[in-house]
């Protein structure tokens, strides 16, 4: 089945830097769209950033210029460069990949299958 693991968060200051991994197995990692979400204590989890199979790159709002998300197909991993971290952004990332191609990449209900997240903390 289709495993999804990610490594990377953990605690910095305002301004710093992180850099994410999603690691996938299960199956042709490639063709499919990958995504990058979060949630913040209290708050519903939200879209961050995605890449579809063909390259296409879609971020939220509040992390354009910030953020980078990439993949490396040959190593079945999707990156997200997190950089000039504010303290808002302490949540708990999750990685995401759908079963099918996806119309709605922004939508959480689009992704069949989840990592079990990793913690980023920026601290003030």
């Known amino acids: 089945q289709v495993q999804l693991v990610e490594s990377g968060g953990g605690l910095v200051q305002a301004g710093g830097s992180l850099r994410l991994s999603c690691a996938a197995s299960?199956?042709?990692?490639?063709?499919?769209?990958m995504a990058w979400f979060r949630q913040a204590p209290g708050k519903e989890r939200e879209f961050v950033s995605a890449?579809?199979?063909?390259?296409?790159?879609h971020y939220a709002e509040f992390v354009k210029g910030r953020f980078t998300i990439a993949r490396d197909n040959a190593k079945n991993t999707v990156y997200l460069q997190m950089n000039s971290l504010k303290p808002e952004d302490t949540a708990v990332y999750y990685c995401?990949?759908?079963?099918?191609?996806?119309?709605?990449?922004?939508?959480?209900?689009?992704?069949?299958?989840w990592g079990q997240g990793t913690q980023v903390t920026v601290s003030s």
């Open positions: 299960g199956r042709t990692f490639s063709n499919y769209a």
């Open positions: 995401a990949a759908p079963r099918n191609y996806i119309l709605s990449i922004a939508t959480m209900t689009s992704y069949n299958y």
């Open positions: 890449i579809r199979s063909g390259g296409t790159i």
